[in-house]
C-alpha cells in the first residue's frame, strides 16, 4: 500500500479525476442553478398573467358573480393552479377548490407581485398577489399560485443523474489519466533500465536521446553527462593504479635484488656501505612515490589549497636543474629562456616541473640531454621538457599534455 501511496502514476490519475470532478460539479450546480431560475421565470411570467387577467376580468365586470364564472371559464384546463379573491366582505371566488384557496390566502398573507416560493397543504408553491379594484366598486385582493412539484421533481432527478455523471466522470478520468501517466512515464523506465545496466565495466552506456520528451531531454542529458564523468574518472583511476603499479615495481625489485646479492655471501664494510648508499637512492624514490600519491590523493578531494603569489621561473628552474644535475651525473641538462614571472604556487610548481624532469631522466640513455625551455607567451609561460630518450609510445601519447602557466 505505501508503493501505491508513492505512485507519481496513482497521484497524477487521482489529480485527474478530482479536477474533473470539480470542473463537473461546478458545471452542474451552475447548470441547475440556471434551470431554476429559468423555471422561476416561467413560473413568474405565467403567474402574473393570471394576476392581470383577474384585474382586467374584476374591472369589466360588475358584479361578483359574474366576476366568478368568467374568471372560472378562463381557468378551465389549468392544473396545479390556486387562486383565492377576498373582497371586504369576505372570500369570493376560489380555484379549484374553498379549502386549498383558505390554505393559500392563510399562507400567502405578505405574497405581493414578487412570486414567492412557500408552502401550501405540505406541497410546495410559487404564489403572486395583489389589489383587485372591482367594476362593482368594491376592493378586493387575489392571490395566484402555482404548484412547483413537477419542477422540483425535475430538478432533483436532473441532480441525481447529474451527479452519478460526475462520479463516472471522475472515475473514468482516473482510469484514463492512469493509462496516460503509465505511458507518460515509459522513458523514465527506459531510464531507470538503462541505469540498471551500468557498471563500473559498462560506463561507456549511453541513453539515447533522439525520441526522449521535451520535459526529460534535459535530465537524459545531465544523466550521460554524469556518465561520461564517471567513465573519465575510472580512466583516470586506472591509469594512475598501472602507473602506480610501475613505479613501485622498480625500487621495489631493486631493493630485494640488493639484498638477496648482499646476503648471498659475506662481503667487506666498503661493499655494505655501497649497497646501504643504493637501497637509501630507492628508499628516496618510494619516499617520493608516497608523496606524489598524497598529494593526488589530495588534491582528487579538494585538500590541497594552492596559494597564489609572484612566482620567478628562472631562478625556481636553476635550482631544480642544479638538484636533479646530482641524480643525473652521466647526463647533461640544460636550461634555456629568460626569466618570467607568474601568479602561482611555489611548492606546486616545483613538485609539477620536478615529475618532468625526473620522468625525462628515468627515460633518457647513458651520456644523453635535457633541456628545461622557459617560453614567455602574451597571457602565459610555458615550460618545455625535451630530451634525447626514445618518443613516447603512441599507447601513452593521448595522455601527454602541454602545462602553461599564466
Not at 460526475?166 to 492512469?178: E, I, R, W, Y
Not at 655471501?265 to 598524497?294: H, T, V
Request: with cysteine; charged share 20%.
Amino acid at each position: 500500500m505505501s508503493k501505491w501511496r508513492q505512485s507519481v502514476t496513482l497521484r497524477l490519475a487521482l489529480a485527474f479525476a478530482l479536477l474533473a470532478a470539480l470542473v463537473f460539479a461546478a458545471l452542474g450546480i451552475y447548470l441547475s442553478r440556471s434551470a431554476d431560475r429559468h423555471m422561476a421565470d416561467l413560473d413568474a411570467h405565467e403567474l402574473l398573467g393570471k394576476l392581470e387577467l383577474a384585474r382586467h376580468v374584476g374591472r369589466n365586470e360588475h358584479t361578483a358573480a359574474a366576476f366568478a364564472a368568467r374568471f372560472g371559464d378562463a381557468l378551465v384546463g389549468e392544473h396545479g393552479v390556486i387562486v383565492a379573491v377576498d373582497g371586504q366582505k369576505g372570500p369570493f371566488f376560489s380555484w379549484p377548490d374553498a379549502g386549498k384557496a383558505r390554505a393559500l390566502a392563510e399562507a400567502a398573507t405578505a405574497v405581493g407581485e414578487t412570486p414567492l416560493r412557500l408552502a401550501v397543504a405540505g406541497n410546495e408553491y410559487r404564489a403572486v398577489g395583489g389589489a383587485l379594484h372591482t367594476g362593482w366598486g368594491e376592493e378586493a385582493r387575489v392571490i395566484v399560485a402555482r404548484d412547483i412539484r413537477h419542477h422540483t421533481d425535475f430538478l432533483d432527478q436532473l441532480r441525481r443523474d447529474f451527479w452519478l455523471a460526475v462520479l463516472a466522470a471522475a472515475l473514468l478520468t482516473a482510469v484514463v489519466g492512469l493509462l496516460v501517466a503509465r505511458r507518460g512515464l515509459l522513458p523514465v523506465r527506459a531510464i531507470a533500465r538503462a541505469a540498471g545496466r551500468i557498471s563500473a565495466g559498462r560506463l561507456g552506456e549511453r541513453i539515447a536521446e533522439q525520441d526522449v520528451p521535451a520535459e526529460l531531454a534535459e535530465l537524459v542529458s545531465a544523466f550521460n553527462a554524469m556518465l561520461g564523468r564517471l567513465e573519465e574518472s575510472f580512466l583516470r583511476l586506472s591509469d594512475f593504479s598501472a602507473d602506480l603499479a610501475h613505479e613501485l615495481r622498480t625500487p621495489i625489485h631493486t631493493l630485494r635484488m640488493q639484498t638477496e646479492v648482499s646476503l648471498a655471501r659475506p662481503r667487506s664494510d666498503d661493499e655494505y656501505r655501497d649497497l646501504l648508499a643504493s637501497s637509501l637512492e630507492e628508499y628516496e624514490r618510494l619516499s617520493r612515490i608516497i608523496g606524489d600519491m598524497l598529494f593526488l590523493a589530495k588534491a582528487e578531494h579538494g585538500l590541497v589549497a594552492p596559494g597564489t603569489g609572484e612566482v620567478p621561473l628562472r631562478g625556481l628552474c636553476q635550482r631544480l636543474v642544479e638538484y636533479y644535475g646530482i641524480l643525473a651525473e652521466n647526463l647533461s641538462l640544460e636550461l634555456r629562456g629568460d626569466e618570467v614571472g607568474v601568479q602561482g604556487d611555489q611548492l606546486m610548481l616545483e613538485r609539477a616541473i620536478g615529475n618532468l624532469l625526473v620522468n625525462a631522466i628515468h627515460h633518457t640513455p647513458a651520456a644523453g640531454r635535457i633541456t628545461l625551455e622557459i617560453a614567455s607567451q602574451p597571457e602565459f609561460a610555458v615550460i618545455t621538457v625535451t630530451n634525447s630518450g626514445p618518443p613516447i609510445p603512441p599507447t601513452h601519447s593521448a595522455r601527454s599534455s602541454i602545462a602553461s602557466f599564466a
